[in-house]
């Protein structure tokens, strides 16, 4: 029996890795409750039963039928395990509306599906029955813990319901994403029409499902300190900032961790050379074997820029084509792996074809390329304009390929810049940018690649980063404190 009796939290997030992931969100879903489980929290795991999820999951079995969810014919909820970890998942089955092909959010035309609002608003109401006292099932959460959009009416139908619910926390992953509506859905999604106002659910004239979660829950997070202030604020509180500020003590960042067994050089399996901080030969290899992969020239001391990125204004890789030309001048290679803008794409596809020798650009989601990528680089690129958290920088600091990124979000609160105080005192791992210009971006690569060509320092940073402590156990202990101390005030 373990000492404490152990917290219980429903997570429901509308993606989750491996079995559907369109960003680090579905990386987060399945990370956070496999390492809260360590620390002894009943983490469950609620999810639409896409065509993929119900494909993936052999062992799912029925668990329940959910009457009075305002939808017409019959809500079947499955109990089934996460591949891997084990962690417990509930998936809701409901051909209808999840089982059908294309993405989670778009169709094969890259159109929202027209029915998101009633397909996201039932996932959020199967999370506020299952977290209040009239749940059919004998497991009744402490906390529903609800992420991103999706999942932000939750906070809502609880605090309408008559029933008692448990403690409610909004988890922003990016502000950009609010899951606005048409006002003339308030009242068929099942919320009073008097949710429909400033103190509520309406949001400029639409009715927007992160403003409801971030209005109505009882805690709000995001996923990195630095995210948190800046969302207070505008241009990144996205027109929330008002409400962000107004509930700042309510409000706490949360870095994320990484996946430690997946990404570890060490002992990476999609590596063709595994290495460690001790030894960094196989990075090396794993640097010959990539420009061969992509038929660039095949020299180690060419210095190799690293990006894998959606390829959207977020991510701030329009400011590398104007700059491009020049930097290619110098003996730099570029690689490239996204999708996204299609102006974009094409710039980068055009890069490559101009610089055959020097870059490469792939265009796609590829798992495996993206790991060699990681190790094969010497350096990896990311000027994101706003990054919440941000998961590649850490990637980058764990394989030994320091990264260049914007000060934003949780870059800044995960990468130490080069400056020569942090150089000398064994602090370093990565280079730090104010200004999200090309310009910014530009002095930003050279003084990288100054450091580049005295070894020894880098060679230093390299090592700085491989040591840092990434893992979810740290997070898990941040959420955990945070959930007793919600406990404790509810
Ligand atoms: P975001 O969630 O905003 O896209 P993150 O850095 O938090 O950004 O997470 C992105 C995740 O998706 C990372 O694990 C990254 O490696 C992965 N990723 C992005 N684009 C690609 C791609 N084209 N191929 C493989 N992995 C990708």
């Given at each position: ?15 989750i ?25 009943d983490?469950r795991?609620l ?23 305002g ?10 395990k996460?591949?891997?970890s ?34 996201f ?21 402490d ?38 509506f ?27 499902f992160?403003?409801a ?11 990195s ?7 207070q ?13 107004h509930?700042y003590?309510?409000?706490t960042?949360i ?27 196989g ?7 990539l420009?061969?992969k992509?038929?660039?020239t095949?020299?180690p ?8 990125s ?16 020049f ?24 890069l ?8 490469a ?12 990528i990681?190790?094969?680089a ?69 003084r990288?690649?100054?450091i580049?060509?005295?070894?020894p ?34």
């Open positions: 029996m373990p000492l404490n009796p152990s917290i219980k939290v429903l997570f429901i997030t509308p993606e890795t491996p079995l559907l992931k369109t960003g680090g969100l579905a990386d987060v879903s399945a990370a956070l409750p496999a390492a809260l489980r360590e620390y002894n929290v983490v795991v999810l639409p039963g896409y065509p993929r999820v119900m494909d993936c999951l052999k062992d799912k079995r029925l668990l329940a039928i959910l009457a009075d969810v939808v017409h014919g019959e809500v079947k909820l499955l109990q089934a996460l591949p891997g084990g962690v417990p998942l509930l998936v809701i089955d409901y051909p209808l509306f999840y089982e059908r092909d294309g993405g989670p959010y778009i169709d094969h035309n890259g159109h929202d599906w027209v029915d998101n609002a009633q397909r608003a039932l996932l959020s109401k199967v999370g506020a029955i299952l977290g209040s006292s009239k749940s059919p099932l004998t497991w009744h959460p906390i529903v813990q609800c992420n991103d959009w999706q999942s932000g009416l939750t906070p809502a139908y609880l605090h309408f319901s008559p029933a008692p619910g448990a403690a409610t926390i909004m988890t922003i992953h990016n502000m950009a994403f609010q899951g606005t048409p006002a003339s859905l308030t009242t068929p999604l099942g919320l009073p029409a008097s949710s429909y106002s400033i103190n509520g659910v309406e949001y400029y004239g639409q009715l927007s992160l403003k979660g971030l209005f109505y829950a009882n805690h709000i997070t995001t996923v300190p630095t995210y948190a202030e800046e969302i604020e505008e241009p990144l509180g996205f027109g929330m900032q008002g409400l962000l500020a509930r003590l309510d409000l960042g870095v994320n961790g990484i996946d430690r067994h997946e990404w570890n050089p060490a002992t990476d399996k999609l590596l063709p050379h595994n290495y460690s901080a001790g030894d960094l030969a990075k090396a290899a794993n640097k010959r074997a420009q061969h992509l038929g660039l095949e020299d001391d060419i210095p190799l820029l690293g990006i894998i959606r390829l959207t204004h977020q991510k701030g890789l329009d400011l590398l084509p104007a700059i491009a030309p930097l290619l001048e110098y003996p730099v290679q570029i690689v490239i792996l996204g999708s996204g803008e299609s102006g974009l794409e094409e710039s980068f596809l055009h490559a074809q101009s610089h055959p020798d020097q870059v650009a792939v265009i796609g989601f590829n798992e495996a390329l993206s790991h060699q990681e190790a094969g010497d350096i990896f690129l990311m000027p994101s304009r706003f990054e919440p958290c941000g998961l590649n920088q850490m990637y980058s600091q764990c394989y030994g390929t320091p990264p260049i990124v914007h000060a934003t979000g949780g870059l800044v609160d995960t990468v130490v810049d080069a400056t020569p105080e942090n150089i000398a005192n064994g602090t370093a791992t990565g280079f730090i940018f104010t200004h999200a210009t090309t310009h910014g971006l530009n002095e930003c690569i050279h990288a690649l100054d580049y060509r005295d070894q320092t880098w060679r230093k940073i390299q090592s700085n980063g491989m040591r840092r402590d990434f893992s979810w156990n740290r997070s898990a202990e941040e959420y955990l404190a945070l959930y007793e101390m919600i406990l404790k005030s509810a």
